[in-house]
């Protein structure tokens, strides 16, 4: 048995029932969850578990090679009790937003300068992406601002699917970091595609259309090596 991650086809389940399948001290595995476990930049989701009258404050989630473990407060439910998860919607809603701009500001500096990604990471409504720019001057992070707020306005759809490696590993476009970061086992690739702008291997949560992202705006930006520059964003509400 493995944790069947509802996040991966539906990035809007804000709450489910599931079965306790495993427990580690305060932590427990569960048959279903919408939790994302965090990777890619993604910080992890949090949120409560419930059991009747009781409730738990969910403060880490991870993942191994069979589960995704949800740390609790408080000693775990047994093994076998159906529990209700709710997540801490705000949160992830934000997750979501930030995260889909970062492939708007990758997919456009990919389109646009052909430069590809050294590293990046994300909280709820900031980000930062390095990319291997020689030079990166205010002039420029004004037109990149202007161009990703551009195809925020054109209500981009969004969507994912999965192809085998085989499938994958035939398209490099489908990897916008420097070094491929897909682990050498996996046999299955989930891509989401901005369509007409961006397509990627990718297991985090996104929104469904770019409108929902709002506003993206460039904050600061820095040399981070000869050719590594940062661009730091935060999403904003119009």
């Not at 990035?11 to 932590?27: L, P, Q, R, S």
């Not at 093994?79 to 919607?89: F, I, M, N, T």
């Not at 291997?132 to 161009?147: D, H, K, P, S, T």
Request: aromatic share 8%.
């Amino acid at each position: 048995m493995e944790t069947q991650a509802l996040y991966h086809t539906d990035a809007y389940i804000k709450e489910f029932d599931a079965t306790v399948v495993a427990i580690d001290g305060n932590a427990v595995a569960l048959d279903t969850t919408a939790f994302y476990p965090g990777g890619g930049g993604q910080p992890c989701d949090m949120g409560t578990i419930t059991l009747g009258a009781r409730s738990w404050l969910v403060t880490k989630v991870s993942k191994d090679e069979r589960y995704i473990w949800h740390l609790l407060e408080g000693d775990a439910p047994v093994v076998g009790s159906v529990v209700h998860g709710v997540l801490d919607w705000e949160r992830r809603y934000a997750l979501m937003r930030t995260h889909t701009a970062m492939h708007i500001l990758c997919g456009v500096v990919w389109r646009d300068y052909g430069a590809k990604v050294t590293g990046g990471n994300m909280e709820p409504l900031r980000g930062r992406m390095d990319f291997e720019f020689e030079n990166l001057r205010a002039e420029l992070v004004q037109e990149i601002e202007a161009r990703i707020n551009a195809e925020i306005a054109e209500a981009r759809s969004t969507r994912v699917y999965f192809l085998s490696r085989a499938e994958a590993d035939q398209n490099p476009d489908l990897i916008r970091t420097k070094v491929s970061l897909l682990p050498a086992a996996m046999t299955t690739v989930r891509i989401f595609e901005i369509e007409g702008l961006d397509i990627q291997a990718d297991g985090g949560t996104h929104v469904a259309n770019t409108r929902e992202v709002e506003r993206i705006r460039v904050v600061n930006y820095k040399s981070k090596g000869k050719i590594n520059k940062r661009l730091e964003i935060a999403v904003e509400s119009r």
